[in-house]
């Protein structure tokens, strides 16, 4: 499995972004599409997941009501809808997809990492 992350930028606080994250290749059974950021100097951490087949979701408590994961399943493709974004949201974000078992919102969860892509939001 193959992926490819695109849509990060430069933003102001309070903007928006969409990032996109298409993916090809087999996957199998009701498996996840995540999204982690990495700042400068920290660890990954989880942002949101969508199971594919069922549809749901989950966040990070630091993202709630302002990001929004969705998918198009046809093109095997992951959305992050990223509204009212502030300066501690930049980061390189990457996606992930996962065929295995347990919570989607662990690293260990993920088979396939994409290249990640750089949000820059300005206060």
């Known amino acids: 499995v193959q992926l490819q992350a695109s849509g990060g930028g430069l933003v102001q606080d309070g903007g928006s972004l969409r990032l996109s994250c298409a993916a090809s290749g087999r996957t199998y059974g009701n498996y996840a599409m995540g999204w982690f950021r990495q700042a400068p100097g920290k660890e990954r951490d989880f942002v949101a997941s969508?199971?594919?087949?069922?549809?749901?979701?989950f966040y990070a408590d630091s993202v709630k009501g302002r990001f929004t994961i969705s998918r198009d399943n046809p093109k095997n493709t992951v959305y992050l809808q990223m509204n009212n974004l502030k300066p501690d949201d930049t980061a390189v974000y990457y996606c992930a997809v996962g065929m295995g078992t347990g919570s989607s919102a662990s690293l260990q969860f993920y088979d396939y990492w994409g290249q990640g892509t750089l949000v820059t939001v300005s206060s």
């Open positions: 969508q199971r594919f087949v069922t549809g749901s979701t």
